[in-house]
């Protein structure tokens, strides 16, 4: 390899892909943390009550909030972070969302480096994206890659799906968990969630766009409020024929296959078998449409459920209460 010329530095063999990640990992590196968390038991039968698990987060305030994901933090006993700077300090949970799998974490430090956050809502497909992280422990792990899709959606370990997911094929790892997904510019416009497991290049963020309409609420309360109606439920396709005899223009329902005794659905009078085919006027063709329905506004409100039971349409008014768990 022919040598650098004189009074040159080796920046001119960069290109401008290698330029633009590096700038980025210089921008956001200061802000990107260890999560350390102990006390969480075991999924192994007989493991040790005192399982420890690791992850990543970043700061967003130079006060000491940080973001993760609630699956790293979740069910633990203390959790500790450390800082790019080797520092280690204990972090309090302020508040997680197990439903958008965001969780926002306090620490006492100075001299922070908060992160910039930029506009997931104009990402595109193809656009560089940069993940910083701790997979398996090692530190400040960068990889790079492109926005796949847009739009995906995400079950989430607490069963509910988050909606606008991100899907890139930067490489995620065990541990990259609650990492800063990046624009080449340094700006975060996610946080890294999920892997397929046994995928290749198949990684998952939730965007900052969700991030945001769930932080105030968790700065707040500590958790998201939502809604709740005492059933459980499938979905179902509708036949043709009583779409038409009613007027509905959607192509499946949620068929109610039990009812919570004391809930508020029971209350109502909503009984298993019941098709549910829409909520104050929004169609319902799954749970999750009935999910995203029930949200903090709805509670201690009343809601007017429509309802195919047997050849009927009836309208049932019931009163939503809040979800304690």
């Known amino acids: 390899m022919n040598p650098s010329p004189i009074g040159f530095s080796d920046d001119y063999l960069f290109d401008d892909y290698s330029r633009a990640v590096t700038r980025a990992v210089d921008t956001v590196a200061p802000s990107v943390v260890t999560i350390e968390v102990s006390g969480r038991k075991s999924e192994r039968r007989g493991g040790s009550p005192e399982a420890t698990a690791s992850g990543s987060g970043f700061v967003f305030a130079a006060d000491g909030l940080l973001l993760t994901?609630?699956?790293?933090?979740?069910?633990?006993?203390?959790?500790g972070v450390t800082l790019p700077d080797g520092r280690e300090c204990g972090a309090d949970v302020v508040g997680h969302d197990p439903d958008t799998d965001i969780a926002v974490l306090r620490i006492t430090a100075s001299d922070l480096v908060p992160v910039t956050f930029g506009d997931s809502r104009r990402l595109r497909p193809g656009q560089l994206v940069i993940a910083i992280g701790n997979p398996y422990g090692f530190a400040h792990t960068v990889s790079a890659g492109v926005v796949s899709a847009l739009g995906r959606s995400l079950r989430s370990r607490s069963g509910r799906l988050i909606d606008h997911v991100i899907q890139t094929d930067a490489a995620l790892n065990p541990g990259n968990s609650g990492g800063p997904l990046v624009t080449s510019d340094g700006a975060v416009v996610a946080v890294n969630t999920a892997i397929i497991a046994g995928g290749q290049g198949l990684s998952f963020a939730v965007p900052?766009?969700?991030?945001?309409?769930?932080?105030?609420?968790?700065?707040?309360?500590?958790?998201?409020?939502?809604?709740?109606?005492?059933?459980?439920?499938?979905?179902?396709?509708?036949?043709?024929?009583?779409?038409?005899?009613?007027?509905?223009?959607?192509?499946?329902?949620?068929l109610v296959t039990s009812v919570e005794a004391g809930g508020p659905a029971a209350a109502a009078g909503v009984r298993a078998g019941d098709l549910i085919v829409s909520f104050d006027g929004q169609s319902v063709e799954s749970l999750d449409d009935l999910h995203r329905a029930l949200t903090e506004a709805r509670i201690d409100r009343a809601a007017r459920l429509k309802v195919l039971r047997g050849v009927e349409l009836v309208e049932i008014d019931v009163r939503v209460s809040e979800r304690l768990k």
Do not use: C, E, I, W
Request: hydrophobic fraction near 45%; charge should be positive; glycine fraction near 8%.
């Open 69 to 79: 994901n609630s699956h790293v933090v979740d069910g633990a006993s203390t959790v």
């Open 208 to 254: 900052v766009s969700t991030v945001m309409t769930v932080m105030p609420a968790l700065l707040r309360d500590g958790r998201v409020r939502r809604g709740y109606l005492g059933l459980a439920g499938q979905h179902v396709p509708l036949l043709r024929r009583v779409s038409r005899f009613h007027r509905l223009t959607q192509k499946a329902a949620v």
